[in-house]
């Protein structure tokens, strides 16, 4: 798999990630997270209701290996992570 240009994901800062959607531009990312599931699953995660508006990040990624993020297992095979955030886009739960 190659190492996608952006993220979009409902939480802000992570760790890990459960829930996202990634693409080589900002919509295609957008796009991915909310017709993969992600959305969906990460807003019935947090019993968000149908009409609720909840804060969407979009990230731009970079290699794991040149990031700061701290190394908690060095076993762990991580290929990316978030950079900067470059947009917060509203989104309606339906």
Known sequence: ???PKFCVLCED????IYFCGTGDTPDKAFKDFMNNGSF???C????NMP???VDVYIYSV?????????RYDETQSLEWCLNKKIET???EVI
Do not use: A, F, I
């Open 1 to 3: 798999m190659s190492m």
């Open 13 to 16: 800062d992570l760790d890990v």
């Open 40 to 42: 969906k699953e990460q």
């Open 44 to 47: 019935r995660s947090w019993l």
């Open 51 to 53: 009409g609720d508006m």
């Open 62 to 70: 970079m290699p794991y290996e040149d990031s700061e993020w701290p």
């Open 89 to 91: 886009r509203r989104c």
